[in-house]
């Protein structure tokens, strides 16, 4: 039982490396044109590019190594899960609070549902993942 929940973990954190690998592939390589589908525009500045790649980017790297840590060093497994659970869950925090100031737009459903689900999905993983002998 043991070995099936580690591999439940694992095979979360491996998820976690995948989106949050294209998430910041999308902000750092094409700003631009991610943000237009949320239709939001920036001016094309470099201020304005590099910040979205500065912000986004580095916030989505950052996760994605994070996971790839976890994977690579079987001991971080549950401290990445758990710094993962802690990102996410302000994120969702945050979406909720821009919902409640801005209101709720399909978009905002949607990206709330994914971000919802994939928290639920983290900390499942951290909870059921072995602790360290």
């Known amino acids: 039982m043991e070995s099936t929940r580690l591999w439940f ?3 979360v954190m491996a998820y976690a490396l995948l989106i949050f690998s294209f998430g910041s592939w999308l902000y750092i390589a094409e700003p631009l044109e991610h ?11 470099p201020e304005s590019v ?11 790297l950052s996760m994605a190594l994070f996971a790839a840590g976890g994977l690579l ?3 971080w497994l549950r401290q990445c899960l ?11 925090a945050v979406r909720l609070l821009g919902i409640g100031l801005e209101g709720i737009t399909p978009v905002q459903l949607s990206e709330l549902r994914n971000e919802g689900l994939s928290w ?14």
């Open 73 to 75: 060093r079987p001991a």
């Open 35 to 45: 943000i237009a589908h949320f239709g939001i525009g920036a001016s094309g500045a």
């Open 120 to 133: 639920l999905l983290f900390l499942g993983a951290l909870l059921a993942c072995p602790s360290a002998r």
């Open 82 to 92: 758990l710094v993962l659970v802690i990102i996410n869950a302000c994120v969702v």
């Open 50 to 60: 590099n910040f979205l790649r500065a912000g986004p980017g580095a916030l989505f």
């Open 9 to 11: 973990a694992r095979l």
